[in-house]
């Protein structure tokens, strides 16, 4: 985590782009960080389903 805290602290802005190793495309700082928002609210909204199927509980 820190080498990516480094990498983010680093760049002028969020157009900076970096290559992809396994694509071979360019990709930017914002596609990267657009990405990891949505991997974290999709983990989190499974959490929440499997908290409501546990306790019953639904909402906040």
Do not use: P
């Amino acid at each position: 985590m820190a080498h990516s805290r480094r990498i983010e602290r680093a760049a002028g802005s969020l157009d900076v782009t970096g290559h992809h190793a396994r694509s071979g495309e360019d990709v930017s700082l914002r596609l990267v960080m657009l990405h990891l928002i949505h991997e974290y609210a999709r983990h989190n909204g499974h959490a929440d389903l499997l908290r409501e199927g546990i306790d019953g509980s639904v909402g906040a």
